[in-house]
């Protein structure tokens, strides 16, 4: 059986961006070994939309080529969670709309479940 492992934001913001001499080969190894089927990472929700946050606000990094990177790295098969679907449907969400991320996810969750969004915020009402 393949070992799971949980990396933190900082591992997966390393590896994308490749710009740390020595946290970002670190980084590069971890997800070696998973391409290698000798480990899988799970992705948990709320690291993803750290990882959103940091790399939009922070870096600065243009919504397209984030979501575009955030996607590929989502799509890999060693890439594991249960909620892997709601979070691509709210990386799409966010792609395509004015939203923030996390406006998109409480708006994918609330579709999911079922359940009535309140919100305040005008564009996310609209969707609801």
């Known amino acids: ?19 740390h001499p020595k946290l970002s080969p ?8 998973a391409q290698k ?7 948990d929700e709320v690291i993803l939309a750290e990882v ?3 790399l939009s606000s922070f870096y600065k990094i243009k919504k397209a080529n984030l979501t575009e990177n955030i996607e590929k790295f989502l799509s890999q098969d060693w890439v ?6 709601l979070m ?5 969400l966010y792609k395509s709309s004015n939203l923030d991320y996390i406006d998109c996810w409480a708006y994918v ?11 305040f915020d005008m564009n996310l009402k609209r969707l609801s």
């Not at 670190?26 to 070994?33: H, Y």
């Not at 089927?37 to 992705?43: A, G």
């Not at 691509?88 to 799409?92: M, V």
């Open 26 to 33: 670190q980084a590069i190894s971890i997800f070696s070994q």
């Open 80 to 85: 594991v969670s249960k909620k892997k679907d």
């Open 37 to 43: 089927k000798l480990i899988k990472v799970y992705l």
């Open 88 to 92: 691509l449907n709210a990386l799409y």
């Open 52 to 54: 959103i946050w940091t």
């Open 109 to 119: 969750v609330s579709q999911d479940f079922k359940f009535k969004l309140e919100t």
């Open 1 to 19: 059986m393949t070992k799971t492992i949980i990396v933190d934001a900082n591992v997966i913001i390393r590896f994308l961006l490749n710009d």
